[in-house]
């Protein structure tokens, strides 16, 4: 085993330098992820901050090009090393690449709870649905005219179309609670790992890297919840707490630096098996509901100019993410 111990202590004047950019982290990274949530949900306010618009779109695609790579080339790399440390056992830790298969199960368990909170919003619309149909074919009934025939071909194209819209809206509703679960998952054990760090040379890029992709996993999630129709009242709890997630976990790490040791086991097998988690929540959220749903359907199919720029808007956002890796 190597040197598992917790690492020489910083000198005080570095130690200052860093509380000084964690205070620094918490309010800018507060302001990075507000203002990425508000962006879509303004979109109610402002025109051109429409979700439905073509801009959002590809800047959506970005965003979901920026959480593909923070689960694959940031979170999977992190869980992969702490869960292979040195400073575990051999068994079982060095005999199974166990980050990739918590991940691995993580996509399957999200795919579980994505159809069953898809089936169970449907079902629960459904019934609310049947009854109001019910209610209209009574009435129909007690007041038949000869075209009635007519009247009732119109109102079942309409009831189709409404279902659809209904269909749609209850998949956002289910995406956008997925994938908040996801990225708070993440933004917690992120925000320790900054906040227990005394090390200026460290806090500065991951620094760097939490206010840039907090920013556009901001703009996703924030699209989703726009898109979901939630109340005013909801959409504001659920955007601060996605907003507040990171400073948070940052506080928590600041008030636990002193007795930290990150090369401890607990530490090691805690934060990796965490991070394991949430790469598999984000990659499934990346690839299925924000890539396939947007590029194999709406608004984006058929249109080869809008499939194009946002093909482009993916990739940047990917590269981008995965190019910061050099440094954080």
């Known amino acids: ?39 879509p949900l303004l979109g109610k306010k402002f025109n051109f901050l429409q979700v439905n618009g073509d801009s959002f779109l590809v800047a ?49 368990i999200t795919l579980v709870v994505d159809v069953l909170s898809t089936e169970f919003f449907e079902r629960k619309s459904n019934v609310s649905t049947h009854a109001h149909v019910h209610g209209l ?44 679960f996801g ?3 993440h933004s917690v054990i992120i925000g320790i790992s900054l ?11 991951l620094f760097a890297a939490i206010v840039f992709h907090q920013f556009f996993e901001g703009i996703a ?17 659920m955007a601060c707490f996605f907003a507040v997630t990171t ?3 940052i506080g928590v790490g600041i008030g636990i630096a002193s007795s930290y040791n990150e090369n401890s086991p607990t530490a090691l097998i805690t934060q990796g098996v965490f991070d394991a988690v949430a790469a598999g929540i984000l990659i499934y959220m990346a690839m299925v509901d924000l ?10 199919k058929g249109d080869c100019q809008l499939q194009a720029i946002c093909f482009i808007g993916l990739f940047t956002g990917a590269v981008s993410m995965a190019a910061l890796a050099i440094w954080a």
Request: charge should be negative; include cysteine; charged fraction near 20%.
């Open 183 to 185: 990225v708070v998952t």
């Open 137 to 180: 074919s009574d009435a129909d009934d007690s007041t038949k005219t000869s075209d009635s025939r007519r009247f009732d071909e119109e109102k079942n194209v309409i009831a189709t179309h409404d279902r659809e819209k209904e269909d749609l809206r209850l998949r956002h509703v289910v995406i956008s609670q997925v994938l908040e």
């Open 60 to 108: 959506k695609s970005f965003a979901a090009g920026v959480i593909l790579a923070t689960g694959f080339v940031h979170i999977l790399g992190d869980a992969s090393e702490r869960l292979t440390s040195p400073c575990l056992s051999e068994m079982p830790w060095d005999k199974f690449p166990w980050a990739g298969f918590i991940a691995m199960m993580a996509v399957c």
């Open 247 to 249: 400073p948070f976990g």
């Open 1 to 39: 085993m190597g040197d598992c111990g917790a690492l020489p202590g910083a000198s005080a004047a570095s130690k200052e330098l860093a509380l000084h950019l964690k205070g620094g982290a918490i309010a800018t990274i507060l302001l990075a992820s507000s203002l990425g949530v508000a962006i």
């Open 291 to 300: 890539i396939a749903h947007d590029f194999l359907g709406g608004r984006m």
């Open 221 to 237: 999630l924030g699209g989703c919840i726009a898109q979901a129709g939630f109340k005013c009242v909801s959409s504001f709890m």
């Open 195 to 205: 906040g227990v760090s005394d090390s200026p040379g460290t806090i500065r890029p």
